[in-house]
């Protein structure tokens, strides 16, 4: 199986920052990556598919980068409601595989 | 508008079996390119896929469980179903159903589930 490393399970930030949250794959995925925000009681939102593409309506702050095996989710002047879980999937290999996720906080 | 919404039991005791059903609208399974599959989250921890299924019936299941699991579709009614065999209290956890088009584009807003005699 395909393993999806973020290492950081916390990250804290300011409103008006720039954040970087990583995932990294265990071997290469070429560009099938996706990235999810979640928020409490609620179910995970697409931001990101093929790596760097937005889901429709989200914002351009949200940005996604990366391929093979290092991908990057930069969220740009962070806003208060920006402050959730967010996953990395691969959709690469079978079976699927999420990574475990990184909570973003106020400093 | 693409939405969909799962059902379950709630709650249900171990060994039996949990049904879960995912109701959708807004696209066709008939559709080529499309499919629905199912993930589910424990409490406060993260998210595994389970299976998913396309829209020519072809059917896919997480190797770690593959041999409980046992997905189906209803494309006329719109419906996908998740059968889990033999349940135990490590199957708690919400359950969503999601469309799939290579990723999870839109979620359910899923279905808890408790395993407890």
């Known amino acids: 199986d395909i393993v999806m490393t973020q290492s950081q399970k916390f990250m804290s930030t300011s409103v008006g920052d720039r954040v970087s949250i990583t995932c990294k794959a265990s071997?290469?995925?070429?560009?099938?990556v996706a990235w999810y925000q979640q928020k409490p009681g609620q179910s995970p939102k697409a931001l990101i598919y093929l790596a760097s593409n937005r889901h429709t309506g989200v914002p351009d702050r949200f940005t996604g980068s990366g391929s093979g095996t290092y991908f990057t989710l930069t969220i740009s002047n962070v806003q208060s409601e920006d402050l959730a879980d967010y996953f990395c999937l691969q959709h690469w290999n079978y079976p699927l595989t999420f990574g475990a996720g990184t909570k973003l906080e106020l400093k | 508008q693409v939405t969909l919404k799962e059902s379950g039991p709630g709650i249900l005791q171990p060994s039996q079996t949990l049904s879960l059903t995912c109701s959708f609208s807004?696209?066709?399974?008939?559709?080529?390119?499309?499919?629905v599959g199912w993930i589910r989250q424990p409490s406060g921890k993260g998210l595994e896929w389970l299976a998913h299924?396309?829209?020519?019936?072809?059917?896919r299941y997480n190797p770690a469980l593959k041999s409980r699991l046992t997905i189906s579709k209803d494309t006329s009614s719109n419906q996908v179903f998740l059968k889990i065999a033999s349940v135990d209290t490590a199957d708690t956890a919400t359950y969503y159903c999601?469309?799939?088009?290579?990723?999870?584009?839109?979620w359910g807003a899923g279905t808890t589930v408790t395993v407890s005699s």
């Open positions: 071997q290469n995925v070429r560009t099938a």
């Open positions: 807004g696209f066709s399974l008939s559709t080529s390119g499309m499919g």
């Open positions: 999601a469309r799939i088009i290579r990723y999870f584009d839109v």
């Open positions: 299924i396309w829209w020519d019936d072809d059917k």
